[in-house]
């Protein structure tokens, strides 16, 4: 069962993709945040990270909690390295639509410069009110 559980989550991964970035939302992010961002008990509702998106601190670490995850109140959220630098983006954007946020899509290059520095989620700080 261990080594097909791997398995199941790139098939179900895949079929994602095909469905586009609110398929991958849905896989990835709804499961446990909620369709609408709302959260899913016990895991947090993501309206407090709204600010987020319109400043340089906060967008570098939203970068770094899809990537590395993060350890919170609620648990572990695991980062998503595998993904592509495209598909974040297009996540972050979504959330960003999702919560009306203000400040400037993200970009794939955004992501690509968060990559290769090897963090742990306890080493992923949110910062501090925008």
Do not use: S
Not at 49 to 66: C, D, I, K, S, W
Not at 68 to 87: C, S
Not at 90 to 102: I, P
């Amino acid at each position: 069962m261990k080594k097909l559980l791997p398995l199941l989550l790139l098939v179900g991964l895949g079929a994602a993709l095909a469905q586009g970035t609110e398929g991958l939302w849905t896989k990835t992010c709804a499961v446990c945040h909620g369709e609408k961002a709302q959260g899913v008990r016990p895991y947090p509702g993501l309206q407090g990270v709204g600010p987020f998106f319109a400043t340089p601190e906060g967008r570098r670490y939203l970068v770094l909690v899809v990537l590395y995850g993060k350890k919170g109140e609620a648990g572990l959220m695991p980062g998503f390295a595998q993904l592509k630098d495209e598909e974040l983006a297009a996540l972050l954007n979504h959330l960003k639509a999702l919560l009306q946020a203000k400040g400037d899509p993200f970009t794939p290059e955004e992501i690509r410069k968060g990559r290769g520095l090897n963090l742990t989620p306890d080493a992923v700080k949110r910062p501090g009110k925008p």
